[in-house]
């Protein structure tokens, strides 16, 4: 092992780690041959558009759908081109709208939360517990008898406690829609997330595990819930995929909007698929490799795993005791050449963090009339929608002593043992 200058960098002394992580776009910088091959096919068969072209080709996005549903183990795959949208599309599959309230947890991508206020419904937001994922106990303190879904999201990688959080659901009647977004590939005792829920959203965005740069799926097992999310998602559903006619049964095919993946989309993503548990397995070992030579620090407390084998592990996360330590230990850790951030700061805007939602926090809709939060069918069920930045206490306390790292798969042993390296030094000097 190098010799390590005790003296902190922060304060002066020489730096653990001179060169930068690969960023982090895990199946991003994986895109090579296999990619252009599949986009090659489609150009060269001039067939961009997935229900029809010059000539008979069979269709990636078509193919992609095939591919994922049984990867993640779901009768049915609907390609979109975003999770933004198939979120939507899933909420609005299972019935929610006008009236209803979905619980969503304060710690998520914005766009949980906006997908609920588009599907025209009231979000409830909700903690986070030690594993960052919502808290099983908040959620179900929040169920009104307007409660008509929850979205658990496996938020960072991580798996949701789906033991509980479907026996709540299951016990109070309400619909669950996983947000898989930042964890395509993990999974809960044995079974891949995004086959728990009623109907569920990935991503396929460039941030994410593999990705299209766009582009997202819905899964389930319920033809119902294909149906519509199937009808919304495309206006002409009542053309596809192969017919032309009148719905075969009440609430299969109503006015939509367009949320179709192109088949340059579906061509990069049934690549980047095939690479999936590859990149899992190598963020997997890099993880272990670092988190095994700081196990024994005194003073972090790792963040709690609801099952430590379904763990995409596209980072660690660690809690210290306190906001000031950890925004210190944050500062230390760059200044030793660690690319490592405490997640939440007053101030600095995240759209990670309920309390920068300002949009839900002052209730901002697209028309003066206030819909949904007006909306009729919610104030005559007695709903009224409040949100403070300091509703949800545990999960800003949480967040503000959160240090966090990327792991991305291209890291080499070298990047995970200096990274370890410099958590000991700085841990030795400011816990
Ligand atoms: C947890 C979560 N949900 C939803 C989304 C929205 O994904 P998209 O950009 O594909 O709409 C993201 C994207 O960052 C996310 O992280």
């Given at each position: 092992?190098?010799?390590?200058d005790?003296?902190?960098?922060?304060?002066?002394?020489?730096?653990?780690?001179?060169t930068?992580?690969?960023?982090?776009?895990?199946?991003?910088?994986?895109i090579g041959?296999?990619?252009?091959?599949e986009?090659?096919?489609?150009?060269?068969?001039?067939?961009l558009f997935?229900?029809y072209?010059?000539?008979?080709?069979?269709s990636?996005?078509?193919?992609?759908?095939?591919?994922?549903?049984?990867?993640?183990?779901?009768?049915?795959?609907?390609?979109?081109?975003?999770?933004?949208?198939?979120l939507?599309?899933?909420?609005v599959?299972?019935g929610?709208?006008?009236?209803?309230?979905?619980?969503?947890?304060?710690?998520t991508?914005?766009?949980?939360?906006?997908?609920?206020v588009?599907?025209?419904a009231?979000p409830?937001?909700?903690e986070?517990d030690?594993?960052?994922?919502?808290d099983?106990?908040?959620?179900e303190?929040k169920?009104t008898?307007?409660?008509?879904a929850?979205?658990?999201?496996?938020?960072?990688?991580?798996?949701c406690?789906?033991?509980?959080?479907?026996?709540?659901?299951?016990?109070?009647?309400?619909k669950?829609?996983?947000?898989?977004?930042q964890?395509?590939?993990?999974?809960?005792k044995?079974?891949r997330?995004?086959?728990?829920?009623?109907?569920?959203a990935?991503?396929?965005?460039y941030h994410?595990?593999?990705?299209?740069?766009?582009?997202?799926?819905?899964?389930?097992?319920?033809?119902?819930?294909?149906?519509?999310?199937?009808?919304?998602h495309?206006?002409?559903?009542?053309?596809?995929?192969?017919?032309?006619?009148?719905?075969?049964?009440?609430g299969?095919v109503?006015?939509?909007?367009?949320?179709?993946?192109?088949?340059?989309h579906?061509?990069?993503?049934?690549?980047?698929?095939?690479?999936?548990?590859g990149?899992?397995?190598?963020?997997?070992?890099?993880?272990?490799?670092?988190?095994?030579?700081?196990a024994?620090?005194?003073?972090?407390?790792?963040?709690?795993?609801n099952?430590?084998?379904?763990?995409t592990?596209i980072?660690l996360?660690?809690?210290?005791?306190?906001g000031e330590?950890?925004?210190?230990?944050?500062?230390a850790?760059?200044?030793?050449?660690?690319e490592?951030?405490?997640i939440?700061?007053?101030?600095?805007?995240?759209?990670?963090?309920y309390?920068?939602?300002?949009?839900i926090?002052?209730?901002v809709?697209?028309?003066?009339e206030?819909?949904?939060?007006t909306c009729?069918?919610?104030?005559?069920?007695?709903?009224?929608?409040?949100y403070?930045?300091?509703?949800?206490?545990?999960?800003?306390?949480?967040?503000?002593r959160?240090?966090h790292?990327?792991i991305?798969p291209?890291?080499?042993?070298?990047?995970?043992?200096?990274?370890?390296?410099?958590?000991?030094?700085?841990?030795k000097?400011?816990l």
């Amino acid at each position: 092992m190098a010799l390590v200058d005790e003296k902190l960098a922060i304060d002066g002394g020489t730096p653990v780690k001179t060169t930068k992580n690969p960023p982090m776009y895990p199946g991003g910088l994986e895109i090579g041959e296999e990619e252009k091959a599949e986009i090659l096919e489609v150009l060269e068969h001039k067939y961009l558009f997935r229900y029809y072209g010059p000539a008979d080709f069979p269709s990636k996005v078509r193919q992609l759908e095939v591919e994922f549903a049984k990867l993640i183990g779901m009768e049915y795959a609907l390609a979109v081109n975003s999770c933004t949208s198939a979120l939507i599309c899933s909420l609005v599959a299972v019935g929610v709208g006008p009236g209803d309230e979905v619980i969503v947890p304060g710690y998520t991508f914005f766009a949980s939360c906006a997908a609920i206020v588009a599907a025209k419904a009231i979000p409830v937001i909700a903690e986070v517990d030690d594993s960052l994922t919502l808290d099983p106990d908040d959620f179900e303190k929040k169920i009104t008898p307007r409660t008509k879904a929850v979205i658990p999201v496996h938020m960072r990688g991580v798996p949701c406690d789906m033991d509980r959080i479907m026996a709540i659901a299951r016990k109070h009647g309400l619909k669950v829609v996983e947000d898989v977004a930042q964890a395509c590939g993990g999974s809960y005792k044995g079974k891949r997330l995004g086959s728990f829920g009623d109907c569920n959203a990935f991503s396929l965005q460039y941030h994410k595990i593999i990705t299209a740069g766009e582009g997202g799926m819905v899964l389930t097992n319920d033809q119902l819930l294909y149906d519509r999310a199937q009808a919304y998602h495309d206006t002409a559903a009542c053309w596809r995929p192969d017919r032309f006619g009148l719905p075969r049964y009440e609430g299969e095919v109503f006015p939509g909007v367009n949320f179709r993946m192109s088949e340059l989309h579906g061509a990069v993503a049934l690549a980047q698929l095939r690479k999936l548990d590859g990149l899992l397995a190598k963020m997997r070992e890099k993880k272990k490799r670092i988190k095994d030579q700081i196990a024994d620090i005194p003073g972090i407390t790792f963040r709690r795993l609801n099952d430590e084998a379904g763990d995409t592990a596209i980072c660690l996360i660690f809690f210290l005791k306190d906001g000031e330590t950890t925004k210190r230990f944050a500062e230390a850790l760059r200044a030793e050449g660690v690319e490592a951030g405490c997640i939440y700061s007053e101030g600095v805007p995240d759209w990670h963090i309920y309390a920068h939602w300002k949009m839900i926090m002052d209730k901002v809709t697209a028309t003066p009339e206030g819909c949904p939060y007006t909306c009729h069918y919610y104030t005559e069920r007695g709903g009224k929608a409040e949100y403070s930045p300091d509703m949800c206490p545990r999960t800003i306390d949480y967040l503000s002593r959160t240090i966090h790292l990327d792991i991305p798969p291209q890291m080499t042993d070298e990047d995970c043992d200096l990274t370890a390296i410099a958590i000991r030094k700085v841990a030795k000097a400011l816990l």
